[in-house]
Every structure is written in C-alpha cells, then in structure tokens.
C-alpha cells in the first residue's frame, strides 16, 4: 500500500539523462494528486524513459518505455 502524500511536488520527465519536462512545485494539498500532460515531439527518443517525483524529502521514480508506432496491416486474400 502507498501512502498519501500532499504538499508541493517536484516532477522530472527524463529520457536517458536528458530531462525533457521539470514541474515545480505542483501541489494537490487534499488528494497527492497531480496530473498533467506533455506532447511528444514527432521523433522522440526511443527506449526507457524515466518519471521522478519528489515531496516532502521522499522521491519516487518509474520507468515506462517510448517506441515508434507501427500500423499493422492485413490482406485478405478471397
């Protein structure tokens, strides 16, 4: 079980050591809540990106992977 934590968070968005995205100070003092979005450039880097948020001395981070979109195709054959 996680806790709730409220307060002012700190969040990193970081693909291989290059921080794309730093959120400041983003804070839901009720719920620990924060939600927000980011738009992806068209080639982005590809792989294992990480998400690192910080409060109240504790710091979080999980990683969730970025790869190219692929359009599957079928044929049918009658």
Request: aromatic share 12%; hydrophobic share 35%; charged share 25%.
């Amino acid at each position: 079980m996680v806790a709730s934590v409220g307060g002012n968070f700190n969040i990193q968005i970081d693909p291989k050591n290059n921080k794309v995205k730093q959120i400041l100070g983003a804070r839901d003092p009720e719920y620990g809540v924060v939600s927000g979005s980011m738009i992806m450039d068209d080639k982005p880097t590809l792989g294992q990106w990480k998400i690192k948020v910080s409060t109240e001395g504790y710091t979080y981070q999980k990683f969730f992977k970025v790869a190219e979109y692929v359009i599957k195709r079928y044929q049918a054959f009658v």
